[in-house]
């Protein structure tokens, strides 16, 4: 199971994300414990800011998207810990998506 | 405001009067300048040479710089109000310069004094977080990270940084575009823009000359890249292996359709950034004059819409520059050129009579 947090916005527009392979950690049980504490049904992005940071994080069927100013508590938590464990892939432009028209 | 009721021919009389009234004089050369809101724009043709701004400043900016010390604490510590000397932090004197200019092209320019018009002080905080990648406006303040030395070499040293943070607070006092989508880029656009404009009106340069670059300053030198964006050239700032190559699409047909970065909006501003670059540099002299004041005059006009799309935003400069320089003028015809030239749809142009 892998945990992505993929970030975005910033003045720069800069696309970086983060993946770490849950099982393949040594500790894998603190972040078992770790994900299941975050609040994914009850998170909500608020009206964005300019030039602030958005994170979308997901792991497994959750997914949650953050402004940088509502990253607190577990979120934090989860996000230094991804990008203390992996090094990040920037890729400048957004992967294509199927136009939802 | 008594620039909606004093005549224009008054105000000139009274602008004209500098030595004996110095104060009023001043005040109405500004209400001059803001042009009075009942009286139609006059239709004169474009003179490239001729800089409609004045020359004094009435207002005076009410800076405020603090330093949040390497924490996520804001605003941190006040460390230089307006007038103190220089503090030797290089950041908080970038910071506190960088206002100055900026407050400087609203002013004298546009007749803007500060970002809500009515001498909002101008508050930034440094040194913000640890290693932090980034600058933003917070609905009160400017803040810039430092940078991780490695990629980014810092934000207040950037002074079309200074001028994009600070007009993102210009756009919150007026046309409050949504930052999501269609919208949000033009936010970021705007933002790009009066960032643009800033530096060249402070280094007195021509359309011709600037660099039309946003963020020239914020790489360490080991990137491969001259800017964060390139107005006139999107999608060609930078090409590094770590950043990999600039996104910006150049043409409405290349519009992103992503939900990341609240919906492209620091990607798809590249379209309208090229065109009022090629506008600007179609209608020639100064930037800030000419087709710089067609977007103040859409920005403050209350005609758009804080959910806009690309092609609305553009039928209203098209119609401010007809409506302040007329309708077969050069400003005009570089505006709608403009637009055209990156696929944005426009409303058919009325004959010249
Ligand atoms: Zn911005």
Same mark, same amino acid.
């Given at each position: 199971?892998?945990?992505?947090?993929?970030?975005?916005? &910033?003045?720069?527009?800069?696309?970086? %994300?983060?993946?770490?392979?849950? &099982?393949?950690?040594?500790?894998?049980?603190?972040?078992? &414990?770790?994900?299941?504490?975050?609040?994914?049904?009850?998170?909500?992005?608020?009206?964005?800011?300019?030039?602030?940071?958005?994170?979308?994080?997901?792991?497994?069927?959750? %997914?949650?998207?953050? &402004? %940088?100013?509502?990253?607190?508590?577990?979120?934090?938590?989860?996000?230094?810990?991804?990008?203390?464990?992996? %090094?990040?892939?920037?890729?400048? #432009?957004?992967?294509? #998506?199927?136009?939802?028209? | 405001?008594?620039?909606?009721?004093?005549?224009?021919?008054?105000? =000139?009389?009274?602008?004209?009067?500098?030595?004996?009234?110095?104060? $009023?004089?001043?005040?109405?050369?500004?209400?001059?300048?803001?042009?009075?809101?009942?009286?139609?724009?006059?239709?004169?043709?474009?003179?490239?040479?001729?800089?409609? +701004?004045?020359?004094?400043? !009435?207002?005076? !900016?009410?800076?405020?710089?603090?330093?949040?010390?390497?924490?996520?604490?804001?605003?941190?510590?006040?460390?230089?109000?307006?007038?103190?000397?220089?503090?030797?932090?290089?950041?908080?004197?970038?910071?506190?310069?960088?206002?100055?200019?900026?407050?400087?092209?609203?002013?004298?320019?546009?007749?803007?004094?500060?970002?809500?018009?009515?001498?909002?002080?101008?508050?930034?905080?440094?040194?913000?977080?640890?290693?932090?990648?980034?600058?933003?406006?917070?609905?009160?303040?400017?803040?810039?990270?430092?940078?991780?030395?490695?990629?980014? $070499?810092?934000? +207040?040293?950037?002074?079309?940084?200074?001028? /994009?943070?600070?007009? /993102?607070?210009?756009?919150?006092?007026?046309?409050?575009?949504?930052?999501?989508?269609?919208?949000?880029?033009?936010?970021? /656009?705007?933002?790009?823009?009066?960032?643009?404009?800033?530096?060249?009106? $402070?280094?007195?340069?021509?359309?011709?000359?600037?660099?039309?670059?946003?963020?020239?300053?914020?790489?360490?030198?080991?990137?491969?890249?001259?800017?964060?964006?390139?107005?006139?050239?999107?999608?060609?700032?930078?090409?590094?292996?770590?950043?990999?190559?600039?996104?910006?699409?150049? /043409?409405?047909?290349?519009?992103?359709?992503?939900?990341?970065?609240?919906?492209?909006?620091?990607?798809?501003?590249?379209?309208?950034?090229?065109?009022? +670059?090629?506008?600007?540099?179609?209608?020639?002299?100064?930037?800030?004059?000419?087709?710089?004041?067609?977007?103040?005059?859409?920005?403050?006009?209350?005609?758009?819409?804080?959910?806009?799309?690309?092609?609305?935003?553009?039928?209203?400069?098209?119609?401010?520059?007809?409506?302040?320089?007329?309708?077969?003028?050069?400003?005009?015809?570089?505006?709608?050129?403009?637009?055209?030239?990156?696929?944005?749809?426009?409303?058919?142009?009325?004959?010249? =009579?």
């Amino acid at each position: 199971m892998d945990v992505v947090v993929v970030r975005s916005g &910033g003045l720069a527009g800069l696309r970086t %994300e983060w993946r770490v392979d849950v &099982g393949a950690q040594p500790d894998a049980d603190e972040w078992d &414990g770790l994900l299941r504490s975050l609040p994914w049904r009850t998170a909500t992005s608020t009206a964005p800011t300019p030039d602030r940071y958005v994170y979308r994080i997901s792991c497994a069927s959750h %997914e949650a998207t953050l &402004g %940088e100013g509502q990253l607190t508590g577990p979120w934090r938590s989860l996000v230094d810990r991804v990008q203390q464990t992996v %090094e990040p892939t920037r890729r400048s #432009r957004p992967p294509a #998506r199927p136009r939802s028209r | 405001m008594p620039y909606a009721i004093v005549p224009p021919y008054l105000l =000139r009389r009274v602008a004209a009067a500098g030595d004996h009234y110095p104060t $009023a004089a001043a005040a109405a050369r500004r209400s001059l300048r803001a042009g009075a809101p009942s009286e139609p724009a006059p239709v004169r043709p474009f003179d490239p040479s001729q800089s409609y +701004a004045l020359p004094d400043s !009435p207002s005076q !900016p009410d800076r405020r710089i603090s330093d949040a010390g390497g924490t996520t604490r804001l605003p941190g510590r006040l460390v230089r109000r307006e007038g103190e000397r220089a503090t030797g932090d290089e950041a908080v004197d970038d910071a506190y310069d960088g206002l100055g200019d900026t407050h400087r092209l609203f002013d004298q320019v546009y007749g803007r004094d500060s970002i809500d018009g009515r001498g909002m002080p101008l508050e930034a905080s440094v040194h913000y977080g640890r290693d932090y990648d980034n600058a933003f406006w917070d609905g009160a303040r400017m803040v810039f990270g430092d940078g991780d030395g490695e990629v980014f $070499a810092g934000f +207040a040293n950037s002074l079309t940084v200074i001028g /994009h943070e600070l007009s /993102h607070g210009v756009v919150e006092h007026t046309a409050r575009l949504r930052y999501e989508y269609q919208s949000g880029a033009l936010n970021e /656009h705007v933002a790009d823009v009066f960032g643009s404009l800033v530096e060249q009106y $402070a280094r007195g340069q021509s359309a011709e000359t600037a660099s039309w670059l946003v963020g020239a300053e914020v790489f360490t030198d080991a990137v491969e890249g001259r800017a964060l964006r390139s107005m006139l050239e999107p999608g060609t700032a930078y090409d590094d292996d770590v950043l990999g190559r600039d996104p910006q699409p150049a /043409h409405f047909d290349d519009f992103i359709d992503t939900d990341e970065d609240n919906g492209g909006v620091h990607l798809n501003s590249g379209i309208p950034n090229r065109a009022f +670059a090629l506008a600007a540099r179609a209608a020639g002299g100064f930037a800030w004059e000419g087709v710089g004041r067609v977007w103040y005059d859409v920005l403050v006009s209350g005609e758009l819409a804080e959910n806009a799309k690309f092609a609305a935003f553009a039928d209203l400069t098209i119609a401010a520059a007809v409506r302040r320089y007329g309708v077969g003028s050069a400003i005009a015809a570089a505006v709608r050129s403009g637009w055209e030239t990156v696929g944005v749809p426009v409303a058919a142009a009325e004959p010249a =009579r």
